[in-house]
């Protein structure tokens, strides 16, 4: 029994080192990041500070950060301003244009790896900045979207540090100062909007936190079954519904990809905490735990076959079948994110059917439809699709 116990561990153990590696692969080749370490340049980003001498150093060798064009306008980039601030899929770097007057002209996005529904939903606020002082648009307090809470934030702490810059190059230039930007101007705490990215911890995102706790510890000890099912609803409404809170290939590449710094703890507590139960209960002998008693898709779809008893048996061929398919999808999928060739699929895991006023019509679609199928097949996404799933089973 023993040996059984240690042969089953040291399973567990080499798959988890399988996952580490395919996402840190994954994050590698798509961002050329690691755990908030550039490795395209061997620069870390200190997991959200900045070294104050380097920054400057890269910002005055960036031509691309501060543009002033012919009609004294000038355009902000702040990819190098916000390096640290990560949205749920990375950096969200924006171009800022500030007419000759200090007037926010307009305000548009740089490529990256945010999920272009969510992203398309939270770029609304840029109208909340557009047409004001640079000034006025740094005293507007502008709240995170609901349904795109990663990105919008990203983008509020974004628009804050390009301001910031564009202020402080506006009163060198009247001072007649030929010195380098100091820190105040390079995101470090003393910017506004430094720390946009920290206020993670609003009550939608403490409630997640302790619904995924309950999940995580309450079932080790208490086989309830009315409990059970309090679990699974408050799965589907606190972490689904009302936080759009779940594992997903986009967090992980996130995490991954950006890591986890003080000032995203907030945010990504309830995630994190997630992502942990998934990867590490099963060497203690206790795999499936995620996907049975935290994931709000999987407890959505178990509460649905609630409806009836009357269930039709899966012949062992269809049953296999299934499960060759699944298998297959992942391994597509796999290739597909590892040769960057495709990692846009990451956006349509039917999870993101809670943010439903960002997801995509499709997705919400299927994501229905499953939910229907469930009724009288057991968890048939959980069992027969989720790449995510897959991925913890490997």
């Known amino acids: 029994m023993r040996n059984r116990t240690n042969k089953n561990f040291i399973v567990s153990l080499m798959s988890l080192v399988v996952v580490l590696l395919l996402l840190s692969a994954a994050a590698i080749v798509r961002d050329g990041k690691l755990f908030g370490f550039d490795l395209r340049d061997g620069r870390a980003t200190e997991h959200g500070r900045h070294d104050v001498q ?7 060798a960036n031509n691309d950060t501060l543009i002033v064009m012919p009609d004294g306008a000038i355009v902000v980039n702040t990819r190098l301003l916000a390096k640290d601030v990560q949205g749920y899929g990375g950096q969200v770097p924006l171009r800022i244009h500030i007419d000759k007057g200090g007037v926010v002209d307009s305000i548009e996005a740089e490529p990256n790896a945010e999920s272009p529904d969510f992203f398309n939903h939270a770029s609304s606020l840029f109208g909340k900045w557009q047409g004001k002082t640079v000034d006025e648009a740094m005293a507007e307090e502008v709240d995170a979207v609901t349904g795109a809470t990663f990105s919008s934030r990203a983008l ?45 911890w609003t009550l939608g995102g403490i409630a ?23 679990q699974l609803s408050l799965n589907v409404i606190v972490l689904g519904l009302w936080t759009g809170t779940f594992v997903s290939y986009t967090l992980l590449m996130r995490l991954f990809s950006g890591g986890v710094s003080l000032a995203t703890l907030g945010t990504l507590a309830a995630p994190l905490l997630m992502v942990l139960v998934a990867m590490l209960y099963p060497l203690a002998g206790r795999p ?30 269809l049953n296999r079948a299934l499960n060759v398919f699944r298998n297959v999808l992942w391994g597509v999928l796999m290739v597909l994110m590892l040769t960057a060739t495709w990692t846009a699929w990451m956006d349509y895991e ?12 499709w997705v919400i679609v299927f994501a229905v439809l499953f939910l229907v199928l469930s009724i009288w097949v057991p968890r048939p996404y959980c069992r027969f699709v989720c790449p995510t799933g897959s991925l913890f089973r490997s």
């Open 350 to 361: 039917l999870f993101t059917a809670f943010l439903y006023t960002s997801a995509s019509t």
């Open 288 to 317: 499936g735990h995620y996907c049975a008693h935290v994931c709000p898709f999987g407890s959505a779809q178990e509460l649905a076959g609630k409806l009836t008893r009357r269930k039709p048996r899966l012949s062992p061929r």
């Open 208 to 230: 997640a936190l302790i619904v995924a706790l309950l999940g995580a510890v309450v079932p080790l000890f208490v086989k309830n079954r009315r409990w059970h099912y309090v």
């Open 54 to 60: 380097a920054s400057t150093a890269a910002l005055t």
């Open 156 to 200: 509020i702490a974004n628009v804050q540090r390009g301001l910031a810059y564009a202020k402080r190059h506006a009163e060198l230039d009247k001072e007649s100062e030929a010195d380098s930007p100091d820190s105040d101007a390079i995101g470090s705490a003393g910017v506004p909007g430094a720390s946009a990215s920290a206020k993670g």
